[in-house]
Structure formats: C-alpha cells, structure tokens
C-alpha cells in the first residue's frame, strides 16, 4: 500500500503473533459485505463521520461486522482510506480497533472491523443512550486508563511512532464490556524515527484540537495528549467540549471548568447524571490529570506514559498532582465561523449537541483570542 504526503510507504504484512487480540484480517468482496449489511441499508446505519458511512452487518459465518464505506471516491478520501488500512494493519492492542479486513474494488473502498455493541463513548455521553446512564463512575475511569493506554501503545510502542490527531469521544467505541478501542486512523500521522514533531495541515476536530496545532500545524505526541486532556474533562463532567449557549455564543469545556476548579468546587464539576456517585480522590486525580494535559505549552504536557500512571494513581515528584488551575481556551469567531454544523450526522448529532465534527483547513492565523 503506497501513501503519499510525508507518510512511510510500506507494505501491509500479516500479523504474526495473535496474544489476546485476535487480529487476523482477510480481503472481503463487495458483494460479501452488500450482502452482510442488506445493500448498506439506511436501518442498518451505525454512525457517519468525514470519510462515509458505517454500517451493522452479518458475515455469513455468523461474525457481526461495522463496514465502513467511503462516500465519496476522490484523492482525499483514497489518501484516508491508505493511511487507516496502512495503520490498522500495523496496530495490535485491547484498546485499539483492529482490522478485520478490507475491500478495494474499482470505485470502492471499504474497511471492515468487528461490531463494537455498546457504539462510541460519545453516544453514551450525549447521545442517543444519555439517558440510561450506563457510565457510571468506575466505567469512566476505566475508559479512561483504556484509551490512554492504547494512545500510549501509538507513540510509543509501534514503529514508526503514529500520532492518532483526532481522539475525541465519537472515535472511542465501547464493547460489551464497557472497555474503550480507540479507532478511527483516517487521520493519524506514521512518525519516522528520531523526529519529535512535524509540520502539516491541520485536521481533526475543534474543541479538541491543541493551540500550537491549530496555529501553526505544529503536529507532536502533545496534540493527542490536549486532546486526551479534553475527552477526560468530558468524562468526569459530562459536557460537550464546546457549548452552544443561549444566544448563539460558544463555551468551551475549559472555561467553564476553570472557575470551578480555582475555587476548588470539585463536586460541581462532577457530571450530575452520576447522582454523586463517585470517588472524590478519583475526580481530583482525573481533573489534575485533564488540567496538565490541556495546558498550552506544549512541553508542559505530560506524556501518554505519565497520564496512565497519573491516572492509576501513581504520583511524579515533578508532576505532583498539585494543579489549582486550568487554561481556558476560548476560541476566536472566525475559526468558529469555519466550522460548518453538519445535520445529517447521525451518531454525533453535530448540530443538536453542539460537537464539533472533523474539519479540515489551512493552518489558522490566530485561533485563540488570547495568544494576541
Ligand atoms: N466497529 C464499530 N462498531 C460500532 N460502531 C461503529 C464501529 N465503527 C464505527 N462505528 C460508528 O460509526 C461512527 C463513525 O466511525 P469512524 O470510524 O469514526 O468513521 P469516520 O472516519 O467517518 O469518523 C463512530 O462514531 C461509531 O458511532
Ligand atoms: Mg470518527
């Protein structure tokens, strides 16, 4: 598989070592996988996102499927169809979605994994299953640690390193025990050895993405370890990473914690759905740990191997959970103006929710307000 763009060319190989992932993939047919998903029927829709459709589906063999279908045959979704299938082909993790096979026709393309039935985090928190508050305290920490985890394995143990570039919470799914796969590798970024950051285009997802990112392209480990700060301040409060308030102004997640967490008002940090129900030395930890990620010096972050032991309850001499503050990004209205809120997206109910969905720009002359 050739991918252009500053990204390793090399061949798919099959994996050799099985361990506790099952990771065999095969080559599908189109007419496997139209049969397997009833001719990608609309009642078989699961989610959509940037790069098309993913759809429920039954292999004959019994096994359930999400297919992921490319919308759209141009080079930009060819280049993000290369890129997933070239890093899924590379990754093996229990908090990583692996491949189960792919399918390359003349006008198609398709990316077949195994069906994750409790869908994305995302749905959980603001979505369609909110209401049966499912997540209870012990869970999100545990989706937590999970996702952090497989971030981790991405950076650090997989060569060459890969940079995820769009964690948020409609990219981490939840099996029917409750444990998170990170997935969605559309926009992930193979690091050759040796550099420790990289310049490109922008992609990924507002509310999520870092300031030197956003500003300047400037592309490290630290952008997915912002965005992890976001989706761990989202899981112990239950909020959007940007609100819509009445009005039509926008709040993000950061600035409406930031009060909260200099007046040491923990509790009301707190998502109220969980009643009270959870463990304050828990929720300072995971605020302290969300506080340091989301910092806006970069190399003030701490990495994906200090969250997870942060977040086990390990402490650090020179990252003592001693955080009082948070930065509050806000962001300017022209890069608000650029986000375009899609209705026609299902699983993250963009418009409704107030979830900002993929984007895809120019490096941004000043995203946040107060850096000038
Ligand atoms: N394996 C799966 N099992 C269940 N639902 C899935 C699966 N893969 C994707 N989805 C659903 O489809 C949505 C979009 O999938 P994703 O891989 O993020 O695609 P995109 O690149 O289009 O964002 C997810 O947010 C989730 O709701
Ligand atoms: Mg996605």
Redesign the pocket.
Known sequence: MKVKDGILTSKLCRPTSFGVVNNTWRIFTYKELHAATNGFSDDNK?????????Y?GRTSDGLQ??V?KLKAMNSKAEM?FAV?VEVLGRVRHKNL?GLRGYCVGDDQRL?V????????L??HLH?QFAVDVQLNWQRRMNIAIGSAEGILYLHREVTPHIIHR?IKA??V?LNSEFEP?V?????AKLIPEGVSHMTTRVKGTLGYLAPEYAMWGKVSESCDVYSFGILLLELVTGRKPIEKLPGGLKRTITEWAEPLIAKGKLRDLVDPKLRGNFDENQVKQAINVAALCVQSEAEKRPNMKEVVNLLKGFEYEEKKVTVTRIDSIKYDEELLALDQLSDKD???ATASYGVFS?IEVQKMKDPYKRMG
Not at 46 to 54: A, D, Y
Not at 113 to 120: C, K, R, T
Request: aromatic share 14%; no cysteine; hydrophobic share 40%.
């Open positions: 699961l989610g959509e996102g940037g790069f098309g459709s993913v429920w499927i999400a992921k993000e997933e979605l990316i994994y195994d069906y994750m039935p409790n869908l994305s995302l749905s979505g769009d409609s990219n799914l796969l997935a969605d590798f559309g926009f299902h699983d993250d993929a």
